[in-house]
């Protein structure tokens, strides 16, 4: 495997279901996101980890629970989601700090499509 | 307001053309910016980018900020049909990992053969 891999790459889930999304980077990195995409609007980011600690929430609601046990694996464990919750979850991972270049590049993977019904 | 605005398209030109595309922001506090590549049922992959204003050539792309502006641009010319993908900008105050970067929504190109 290389790069940034993700499973399940779909996912249809129930509104009172238990789910996890999984998030592995082969690339070495320290830091993991996970970002959510739905259509026709940004990318929003969710949660950072850097060097296994949680540096940014986004005011994400608690239904959505992320898990960094080490640098190369990232979960996001799904409960009790709305249906506008579904969306393309994204997972991402780079270097902190920064090493050459001086900014900031994120490697993603290919995404879980979520449908909740 | 949005901080990053990116018209969503889609954006349709014949083979060979230049495809330009634009972002505008509102944070002055932005210093680097980036173009991100998203094919369908792919993750964004980074194309280009460039640290505070000026302009950046690579093969056929050329990444321009206009800082005074707000402003970014991305050309692409002698665009082929596997341009044909969503293309992202994003932009980060400050270089050190663990802080977020910023998206434009993303606008959709199609090259038509």
């Known amino acids: 495997e290389t790069g940034v891999t993700q499973t399940p790459r779909h996912l249809v889930m129930g509104m009172t279901n238990k789910k996890s999304l999984k998030c592995e980077q082969h690339l070495g990195h320290n830091a993991m996101y996970w970002y959510k995409q739905s259509a026709k609007k940004p990318l929003e980011l969710m949660f950072v980890y850097s060097l296994e600690e949680r540096v940014e929430n986004n005011s994400v609601p608690s239904r959505f629970s992320p898990e960094c046990p080490n640098s190369s694996h990232l979960f996001l464990h799904l409960h009790t989601l709305q249906p506008e919750d579904s969306a393309l979850y994204l997972c991402?991972?780079?270097?902190?700090?920064?090493?050459?270049?001086?900014?900031?590049?994120?490697?993603f993977g290919p995404g879980t499509r979520l449908t909740v019904l | 307001q949005k901080e990053v605005e990116q018209d969503p398209g889609p954006l349709s030109v014949p083979e060979g053309a230049i495809v330009s595309l634009n972002c505008t922001y509102s944070?002055?506090?932005?210093?680097?910016f980036m173009w991100y590549r998203q094919y369908s049922r792919k993750g964004p992959e980074l194309l280009m980018y460039?640290?505070?204003?000026g302009n950046k050539e690579d093969g056929r792309f050329t990444a321009q900020v206009d800082k005074s502006s707000k402003y970014i641009s991305l050309f692409i010319r002698d665009s082929q049909p596997s341009d044909s993908a969503t293309y992202l900008c994003a932009m980060s105050p400050i270089k050190a990992a663990g802080n977020k970067l910023t998206f434009g929504g993303g606008t959709r190109v199609l090259v038509k053969p």
């Open positions: 991402a991972s780079s270097q902190d700090p920064p090493s050459g270049r001086g900014y900031n590049e994120q490697f």
């Open positions: 944070n002055s506090a932005f210093q680097y």
């Open positions: 460039t640290y505070s204003s």
